[in-house]
Each structure stands twice: as C-alpha cells, then as structure tokens.
C-alpha cells in the first residue's frame, strides 16, 4: 500500500487512469477491473467533498479535532495541535 501511496504522491503532476494502472502494476497489483468500473467513484467524491467543505486544498491534509492541519508538516506541528486539544 505504502509504496503505492508514495509512487502516486511522487508523480501527482502526471496522475491518468492509464499511469495509476500502470504504477499499480509495476507494484504488483491489479486495480484495471476496479478502477475501470468505477465502483468507489460516488465514495471518493463524498470524500473530496467533506475535505474540501473542512477546508482541505491540498495533500495531505489532516484534522485532528475538528482542527485542520495542511501541507506536509513536521511532527513538531502535529504535536502543536495535539497538545493544544489535550490542554
């Protein structure tokens, strides 16, 4: 999962069903059949919508209660707002 995670975050610019089919298989999976039904399709766009309604412009993007954390961020922000939440 984690390779595949990164493979598509290192290549955002150049994301097409033809090249996630591809890095999947380079990796040793096969999502042809899911991603050409498009079965999760109405999911991954309620997903798009709550992070956008939340605030999200970007990836990754966090909350952590009800808190948003944008943009890649070191552990000391994580910790920044964990600690705040648990004060």
């Given at each position: 999962f984690f390779e595949y995670h990164?493979?598509?975050l290192e290549n955002q610019q150049s994301l097409s069903d033809s090249n996630?089919?591809?890095w999947a298989q380079e990796l040793g999976f096969s999502i042809?059949?899911?991603l050409d039904s498009q079965k999760y399709l109405d999911e991954v766009r309620k997903d798009l919508a709550d992070a956008?309604?939340?605030g999200g412009r970007g990836t990754p993007y966090f909350v952590i209660n009800g808190?948003?954390?944008s943009g890649a961020q070191p552990f000391?922000?994580?910790k920044q707002v964990i600690d705040a939440e648990l004060a």
């Open positions: 990164d493979k598509i996630l089919k591809t042809d059949t899911c956008q309604a939340a808190k948003p954390l000391s922000a994580f």
